[in-house]
């Protein structure tokens, strides 16, 4: 399983938004670009993603941008990364999907993925976009550059 840059920046957007939240004044994408090293041009296309989901909501005019609609403690690094990148299955048999593998019932291993599977995805949920951003604060960093 490796996270892709679509989950990692989607990531590192919304950690953007909630570090700069200064009097709750929207975040421009040319900032969040600038500040991530990331194109513009991709972090529009990601941030569809993150609005569709309710992670962000627009703001229109002349000191317009993009402000967290939840706050940092209700949104799990997990929703983020499944709603970036899909269900988190480190195989395909652990997704809720039926008939992936017509010998699930059988297979032996298929317990011993499942209980992985879970452990990543609690890791995952044990996380919270304000806890990266206490990371962020107590590592006293001047430039996000973290990986997941």
């Given at each position: ?84 990148e899909g269900p988190i299955a480190i195989v395909d048999c ?55």
């Open positions: 399983m490796k996270i892709s840059t679509k989950g990692r920046y989607g990531l590192r957007i919304l950690l953007d938004i909630a570090l700069y939240r200064i009097g709750n004044k929207p975040r421009m994408i040319r900032e969040i670009a600038n500040n991530q090293e990331i194109s513009e041009k991709y972090i529009s296309r990601l941030i569809i993603e993150l609005r569709k989901a309710g992670f962000v909501k627009s703001v229109r005019g002349a000191n317009g941008g993009y402000t967290l609609t939840r706050r940092p403690e209700d949104i799990s690094v997990l929703e983020v990364l499944e709603v970036m652990t997704s809720s999907a039926e008939g992936i593998c017509h010998r699930k019932s059988l297979c032996p291993a298929q317990r011993m993925w499942a209980e992985i599977n879970q452990k990543i995805r609690s890791a995952f949920a044990a996380y919270t976009l304000k806890d990266l951003v206490e990371l962020y604060v107590s590592n006293g960093e001047t430039v996000i550059d973290y990986c997941i």
